[in-house]
């Protein structure tokens, strides 16, 4: 049947990728070995360009060249949504409920993937664009969409789970779900070295 794929990128790297040897994951595998009955015919891969940190100031460099990476395969499309960064007051959590302390921190929130996700996942079905949906994502903020292609156009949306725990919320309205076991983010990496119009490019060195 003819699917889409909806990733959302950041509950992805968060819930399965973080501090693993699996960063450098070719997302149209994973897809063919999680959906192997599935005629896979787009991938919507939704994330943000992240900043420069103190602590990590490499971390856009990464990120870029795993975007060059994923615009290698050619049924990727890429959505970006943006950071906002701001200082903000916040209690200690040691701190006495009383007279608590506060520390200044830099407080930064990825804004528009799940809105934008939701969007291309309704005007999509909408335009009967697929017969099957796959969302990649535990965010129970994703229910209302997913519960409107389900009863309303009729059509069907699985779930796949980056995360340890599913969402109660998305397990009520999933026609299927599935979780990302290890032993296919393994089989799903892209090879050390890729080429492409630019040339050839290499995974980052701290991705080991």
Not at 18 to 27: D, F, S
Not at 33 to 51: D, E, G
């Amino acid at each position: 049947m003819k699917t889409n794929v909806y990733i959302d990128a950041f509950n992805l790297y968060f819930g399965a990728l973080k501090g693993t040897p699996y960063r450098w994951l070719n997302i149209a595998r994973l897809c063919e070995l999680l959906l192997p009955k599935q005629r896979v015919t787009s991938i919507k891969y939704f994330t943000a360009l992240v900043k420069p940190r103190p602590h990590d100031p490499q971390q856009p460099m990464r990120q870029q060249i795993y975007l060059r990476a994923l615009n290698t395969l050619h049924n990727v499309d890429i959505i970006l949504g943006h950071f906002l960064s701001h200082e903000v007051w916040m209690p200690l959590a040691n701190s006495s409920r009383k007279k608590p302390k506060y520390a200044k921190v830099i407080k930064t929130e990825e804004k528009g993937s799940d809105v934008n996700l939701a969007t291309h996942l309704l005007a999509d079905a909408f335009q009967n664009k697929f017969e099957v949906a796959v969302v990649v994502s535990n965010d129970s903020d994703l229910v209302e969409p997913i519960r409107i292609v389900r009863e309303q156009l009729h059509k069907k949306v699985g779930v796949i789970n980056p995360h340890t725990h599913p969402s109660r919320e998305l397990l009520k309205y999933a026609t299927f779900f599935k979780k990302i076991r290890r032993g296919v983010l393994q089989a799903a990496l892209f090879p050390p070295q890729l080429t492409d119009e630019h040339g050839t490019f290499k995974k980052p060195e701290s991705w080991k």
